[in-house]
């Protein structure tokens, strides 16, 4: 809706077709947890974090890929002469305290409000559907595998394993279109489901520890947790955005291509990003 100040209609468009590749606080939940996760607490030359270079490479990896993307739909879809520049900037002032406490509250708000009916729903539903139909005895991850969610993600599997995914972290993919977010409690309620009645310890340590049934092998690697927020910085996992796109344009024309786009650039940038990760021997386990 921002883009409604951009007079020239061409770069209205170019603008709301690559806004979504810039990342947005949605995103930090699936960063912070793959991070924590695979990312090692390492030092790069004595004072450089790098779970903090990390975070800081999938905010430039967006920021990179928007500007790019503009220049070639510029260049192609979207062509047309450079516009005039001419800003006016408002007056500068020190926020007051209660103007930032009120702003504070508001964001707050909003996030409980969703977290506590889309992400709070899903969660219901995906338990459901990881519980259901029951299997008599076998280990955890016999009656996951049993489930309606492990029938789902088998299906779905042979198309995300060129990118480093097992099934469960396909189910992720597929319950996070309404809101990235909930691909954080979609793998805590999968392994979860899947964990024995003895096994303690935060997500990110579950994540950690997970193996392949077949391999033995670890499940999340630091490969796998960098392909994870890499196809999160470039695909269109949001439902809502689609919606305002689609209320922008006035029609789907738009809103499909931009899901289209940002899909194969997902999985195309995921798929040399494991190559080139396994080439280098970063994705053993």
């Known amino acids: 809706m921002a883009t409604r100040t951009i007079g020239n209609p061409r770069d209205r468009l170019a603008t709301m077709l690559v806004a979504p590749l810039v990342s947005c606080s949605a995103r930090l939940p699936v960063y912070a947890l793959m991070i924590a996760a695979v990312i090692p607490p390492l030092t790069i030359f004595g004072f450089i974090s790098l779970p903090g270079v990390t975070m800081l490479s999938m905010y430039l990896l967006g920021l990179g890929m928007a500007l790019f993307m503009a220049w070639i739909f510029k260049k192609t879809l979207l062509r047309g002469g450079p516009p005039s520049f001419i800003i006016e900037l408002p007056p500068y002032t020190m926020p007051s305290l209660r103007s930032t406490l009120t702003l504070m509250w ?16 899903a969660s219901i539903l995906l338990w459901f559907l990881a519980s259901y139909p029951k299997l008599d005895g076998g280990t955890p991850a016999d009656r996951l595998n049993h ?66 049934p077949l391999t033995g092998a670890n499940s999340f690697t630091p490969l796998t947790g960098i392909c994870i927020m890499v196809y999160y910085v470039l695909a269109m996992q949001c439902f809502s955005t689609v919606a305002v796109m689609r209320r922008e344009t006035n029609g789907w024309k738009w809103p499909l291509f931009q899901v289209a786009y940002m899909t194969a650039l997902a999985y195309g940038v995921t798929f040399i990003v494991f190559r080139a990760g396994t080439a280098m021997g970063i994705g053993g386990g």
Request: charge should be positive; hydrophobic fraction near 45%.
């Open 106 to 121: 508001e964001r707050a708000w909003l996030f409980l409000k969703r977290a506590g009916t889309i992400i709070l729903g």
């Open 147 to 212: 489930s309606f969610v492990g029938f789902a993600g088998r299906m779905i599997e042979p198309a995300i394993r060129p990118l480093g995914f097992d099934w469960k972290i396909g189910i992720g993919l597929i319950t996070s279109l309404i809101q990235r977010e909930v691909f954080v409690s979609t793998m805590g309620t999968i392994y979860d489901v899947g964990s024995g009645e003895g096994e303690h310890g935060g997500l990110a340590e579950r994540l950690r520890s997970s193996r392949d």
